[in-house]
């Protein structure tokens, strides 16, 4: 049998034939999301970084500009039409680095290291908790029994909220409240009630309908809102963070509540639609016992 024989450098082989691969040009707009994704992490990193440090003041404002830019990447992706598997991909791990790892390191330097074990053990859980949360949510992404409503809730309280809420203790004693005994243990149990809320199934509402359009007459009252918010939070950075987390919690009842509504509201439409279904089947008559069955047969002859 004939074989044909090949150089190894000969790039007319079967083997690297199979192998080659075209690569086509990246299209910028794919690249601007996740370089903002990227910058996010750099931010995370650099507040475990002053974490370390003891300059708590400014990791905490790292984390708070990597929950900004959180939000921006994805809109940004959606704009450009950039979005991509790897920039998904890519999102939830900074996410886990920047709401998961750093705040519970931020929180173990701050004060937690003072329960030893136990506040590394709380801090150890929220990150863990921020992973779990993570994964699931991306499995929900691609679940097709979904309703179509259910995309104004998140299952549990996303990843860059649980950060900025799980701080909350670092934001008082900034607005110089005193700084008692009671402190470290009130906030290991504070960090495990917010890693629950993360990965819980309650609804928290997620405001993706919220500014997608906007009135023309409205447009000035929205920009003069929003200068005037970054302003204070700029100017009064620990009373607005701690008001703002304050009516973050006030208002997951309310979400809870909407989702129920939502659910009525769906019940209620799947009855309209199949009536038949809606009515309850009528119960079965009960068979007779065994001996009045026998009883009432005919006797035979033999």
């Not at 999102?91 to 030893?116: C, M, Q, R, T």
């Not at 992973?131 to 809730?153: E, K």
Request: net charge positive.
């Amino acid at each position: 049998m004939n074989r044909a024989f090949f150089s190894p450098r000969d790039p007319n082989r079967p083997d690297r034939l199979r192998l080659r691969r075209r690569f086509r040009p990246i299209p910028v707009r794919t690249l601007v999301p996740n370089l903002i994704t990227l910058l996010a992490l750099c931010a995370g990193l650099t507040g475990i970084r002053f974490a370390v440090e003891g300059r708590l003041d400014i990791a905490l404002g790292a984390i708070v500009f990597a929950a900004v830019l959180d939000g921006i990447d994805g809109r940004v992706a959606r704009l450009l039409k950039g979005t991509s598997r790897f920039g998904a991909e890519l999102d939830s791990l900074a996410d886990f680095v920047n709401f998961g790892v750093a705040p519970g390191l931020i929180l173990y330097f701050w004060d937690l290291h003072e329960l030893k074990s136990a506040g590394w053990i709380a801090a150890m859980v929220f990150a863990i908790c921020t992973g779990l949360r993570l994964a699931r949510f991306n499995v929900m992404i691609d679940d097709p029994n979904r309703p179509a409503w259910a995309g104004n809730f998140f299952v549990g309280m996303p990843a860059p909220a649980g950060a900025i809420t799980v701080l909350l203790p670092i934001y008082i004693e900034f607005l110089g409240v005193p700084k008692l005994a009671v402190v470290a243990p009130v906030a290991l149990v504070y960090t495990l009630a917010i890693a629950f809320l993360m990965v819980s199934k309650l609804p928290v509402y997620s405001g993706k309908k919220i500014g997608t359009r906007v009135p023309p007459d409205m447009v000035p009252p929205v920009f003069l809102m929003v200068v005037l918010v970054v302003a204070l939070l700029l100017s009064y950075p620990w009373a607005m963070l701690t008001l703002g987390t304050l009516a973050y919690l006030a208002s997951l009842p309310f979400g809870w509540l909407s989702y129920r509504d939502y659910e009525r509201r769906d019940a209620e439409g799947a009855a309209a639609a199949n009536p038949e279904t809606a009515a309850p089947a009528a119960a079965p008559e009960p068979l007779p016992p065994p001996q009045q069955a026998e009883d009432e047969r005919p006797a035979r002859l033999n």
